[in-house]
């Protein structure tokens, strides 16, 4: 049982000791409103939801998927160590700008 908890504390304390770069997707919210979005997972893990605040930075894991504002009828695709911001309501990717 002893080494049952040790294994747990050791495995508890490595997770915490990771780098921030090895959850490198971030969203930032540019605007002045609060929005909420949801992540959706290439590799179908659950989705990420939760609600952003103005210049507020979240951070997300490092794997590709879908980012959607709910009820704004927007998503975009989020690769690895990808940064996408919400300007204007709109989620957008500097890495990958669209072409007018």
């Known amino acids: ?15 915490l000791a990771l780098p921030l770069s090895s959850f490198a997707g971030t969203l930032k919210n540019m605007d002045r409103q609060v929005y909420t979005y949801a992540v959706h997972w290439d590799d179908l893990e ?7 605040k103005p210049n507020e930075t979240v951070v997300l894991r490092n794997a590709t998927g879908y980012i959607e504002l709910v009820n704004k009828r927007d998503s ?3 690769r690895y160590d990808e940064a996408i911001l919400i300007q204007g309501a709109i ?8 072409e007018d």
Not at 1 to 11: E, V, W, Y
Not at 91 to 98: E, N, Q
């Open 76 to 78: 975009i695709y989020m």
């Open 91 to 98: 989620l957008r990717s500097p890495t990958h700008p669209i």
């Open 46 to 52: 659950p989705a990420a939801r939760g609600e952003i």
């Open 1 to 15: 049982m002893q080494a049952f908890i040790l294994a747990a504390a050791l495995g508890l304390i490595l997770t």
